[in-house]
Every structure is written in structure tokens, then in C-alpha cells.
């Protein structure tokens, strides 16, 4: 079904586009858990890691990758998947903070438990809810139950995933597959 004519769906596609350019990159829910798009960020960068950095991104910030490195790195940035997908990234993360570069997706970084732990304690966090990563039953936890990365829309680019979303209500979240 067809909304708008071409000329008008630019214009509210603009419009949708600036109003992200706005939004915040990253929450923090009940001081504990850290929640944004792609994942954590390394020490490496201005603010040594700490969740006070991201005050220095720039709003509106409509070219993450220009304007930010940290919040490009909050963007894209995934979990090390056990399931050997970064295999070639294994033996640089010694050498990296537990950071290493994204082969498979050709930007920003993967991170493994013990940078995710690192960053958890520097920030004295307990766990990370972030999107990002088709998930086949919308959802999935790694690395030791601290990361939950939950994925919204379900068939996505025609695959045969599941969709899933979080209701935070009383102290407790609970993850709801959808439909």
C-alpha cells in the first residue's frame, strides 16, 4: 500500500531520519543495566570507557561515523559469537582490550567476555540489552547470561526469523516473543 506520492515520502523520510539524529544513543535502566544498538565501546576511546562519555557526542548527530567514534562504536559494535562466525578475530583480541575488528560485518568491532566484564565493572553496570543482530527467536543471551540482544522484527529481508521485545514493569523484564 502506497502512502504518500515519491516527492512526500522523501520529505517524511527526512523528517523520521533528523528525529534519530536527535534521540539518545544509549539508557541505562535502574543504574544497572546498559541498553543501546550495537554494544559497548572500548577504553581506548576519549573517556577510558566510561558511560559519562557519551555526554560528548554530538547532538543532532546525523553522521555517526564522521562526527562520533564512540557512538559508532555503540551503533555497530557485537558481541564475539561463540559459534566461530569471527574465528580470524580470536587472536587479535589479546592484544586489543578484548576488541577486535568486524570482519564479518567490515566495520566497527566484536568484543569478548572479558571486555564486556571490564566494561560492566568500570561502569558498574550488571548486564547489556542491545538490537542489532538478526536472532532466529527474535532474541538471544551470550556471554554468561550478561548480554541479551533482542531483535524486533521478524521475517527480516525475508528470512524466517522471529520477532521479540522487552516489557520492563515492577523491578522485572520479561521477553516476549512476537508474532
Given at each position: 500500500m502506497q502512502l504518500f506520492d515519491k516527492a512526500m515520502g522523501v520529505k517524511v523520510w527526512e523528517a523520521c531520519n533528523m528525529a534519530f539524529d536527535h534521540m539518545p544513543l544509549a539508557a541505562v535502566i535502574d543504574r544497572r543495566i546498559y541498553c543501546?544498538?550495537?554494544?559497548i565501546f572500548p577504553p581506548t576511546l576519549a573517556g577510558g570507557g566510561l558511560l559519562s562519555a557519551i555526554n560528548s557526542i554530538p547532538c543532532p548527530l546525523s553522521e555517526p561515523e564522521t562526527q562520533s567514534p564512540l557512538a559508532w562504536e555503540i551503533l555497530w559494535n557485537d558481541p564475539l559469537s561463540k559459534d566461530g562466525s569471527y574465528g580470524k578475530n580470536m587472536m587479535a583480541l589479546t592484544d586489543k582490550n578484548g576488541f577486535a575488528p568486524n570482519t564479518k560485518r567490515g566495520t566497527a568491532h566484536v568484543f569478548d567476555e572479558?571486555?564486556?566484564?571490564?566494561?560492566?565493572?568500570?561502569?558498574?553496570?550488571s548486564h547489556v540489552i542491545r538490537?542489532?543482530?538478526?536472532?532466529q527467536a527474535g532474541f538471544q543471551i551470550q556471554q554468561k547470561g550478561r548480554i541479551l540482544t533482542v531483535f524486533s522484527s521478524s521475517a527480516y529481508c525475508g528470512g524466517t526469523n522471529e520477532a521479540a521485545c522487552i516489557l520492563c514493569e515492577s523491578y522485572k523484564l520479561r521477553v516476549i516473543r512476537l508474532d
Open positions: 543501546c544498538h550495537g554494544g572479558a571486555a564486556l566484564e571490564q566494561f560492566l565493572s568500570r561502569n558498574n553496570l538490537a542489532h543482530e538478526v536472532q
